[in-house]
């Protein structure tokens, strides 16, 4: 086994701290890495907090993760020690229904593994994620990562970076498509750099005023108050696609009245509560309501690759592993720009 120091939550009510546990040894396909970064998605404080229920204890979050390879499995084909690797949301799948042998398998039909909270489908111990000093994982589910990169920026790609960048691509968006983007944060910032990298014309809609000047230092060509009624009828039917990545409860009406014919509204913000859609805004235009949930273990690769022609990465703020807890805090106040990314040398 292969000893490895971490942070983790013992309970729901529990601040993270200093945990100790072990990593399986290496079969024939796996891949040891020394993380090097580890991202801190929303969705790490809501499965710390219990916030969707089913969390499970001692909980090591932490699924965007950036390292190093030390070790591989005597099977391994696509990695070698000493080059960059990542590992994102997912660490395994059943590999046989339609959804995995399309290399979909976040869609897979038994349930992805998710890399933390979950249950590892050989050993069925308790997966844990990057919140710690080593992470194995079978090489389907590791990425290669350019060197050319910021790696601290790197991690956030493996989550928030395929959660925005999946929809745009299936909604096929292209140069002199009229994209907009609802909510500014971890997942809307890194929709603007896709879309004006695939050359869209793009769109921040905000009820922010103050995110106006950072939209613009994200690519965005125009910024619309969102709580403006009078800004907002002026763009009725105006766009091919909107990316609606809020979090907080809101009405899809108010997107789906932007879409011109055939526009779509891409969803990959999740609020607690439903939304509400009038389907008469659904037959205006024929527009339509798609949701999306990250990307498989191909498209995820690509989106690496396309970022590292384009020289994209996350606007992230690094802290110490030490600082987790008061970063959470600063999460529920929306108070980062606009991703917390972990540096792992301070928990060695």
């Known amino acids: ?34 993380i090097l970064f580890s991202g801190v998605c929303h969705s790490d404080l809501h499965q710390v907090r219990d916030e969707w229920g089913g969390s499970m204890y001692p909980m090591v979050p932490g699924h965007e993760i950036v390292g190093k390879v030390i070790k591989v499995g005597s099977g391994v084909t696509k990695f070698t020690t000493g080059q960059t690797a990542g590992v994102g949301v997912m660490i395994d799948s059943c590999r ?79 140069p002199g498509d009229k994209v907009a983007v609802a909510g500014l944060g971890g997942l809307g910032h890194m929709a603007v750099k896709f879309a004006v990298a695939m050359g869209a014309e793009v769109t921040m809609l905000s009820t922010s005023p103050s995110k106006e000047h950072d939209a613009r230092k994200l690519g965005a060509h125009h910024f619309v108050l969102s709580s403006d009624e009078d800004a907002m009828k002026k763009i009725e039917s105006y766009f091919d696609v ?25 969803v990959v913000g999740l609020p607690k509560d439903e939304p509400k859609v009038n389907p008469f805004e659904l037959i205006k235009n024929r527009r339509c309501i798609i949701g999306s949930m990250i990307g498989g273990t191909e498209e995820t690769q690509e989106m690496l690759d396309f970022c590292a022609e384009k020289n994209i990465v996350a606007d992230v703020e690094v802290i110490s592993m030490q ?3 008061e970063a959470y805090e600063r999460m529920l106040k929306n108070d980062v720009k606009y991703r917390f990314v972990i540096d792992m040398a301070t928990l060695k």
């Open 323 to 325: 600082y987790i807890n």
């Open 242 to 266: 909107v990316l609606d990545a809020v979090s907080g409860n809101h009405d899809y009406e108010i997107y789906l009245k932007l879409l011109d014919v055939s526009g779509k509204l891409l």
């Open 1 to 34: 086994m292969i000893p490895v120091k971490a942070y983790a939550a013992e309970s729901a009510a529990s601040p993270l701290a200093p945990f100790k546990f072990e990593r399986r040894e290496l079969k024939e396909q796996d891949v040891l890495i020394e």
């Open 96 to 174: 046989e229904c339609k959804p995995c042998k399309k290399h979909m398998e976040q869609y897979c039909a038994e349930g992805m593994t998710g890399t933390y909270n979950g249950f590892e489908r050989d050993t069925k111990t308790v997966a844990q994620g990057g919140y710690s000093t080593q992470i194995v994982c079978d090489e389907r589910w590791v990425y290669h990562i350019s060197d050319s990169l910021d790696l601290a920026g790197v991690a956030p790609l493996l989550c928030a970076g395929i959660t925005t960048y999946s929809p745009l691509k299936y909604a096929n968006v292209k």
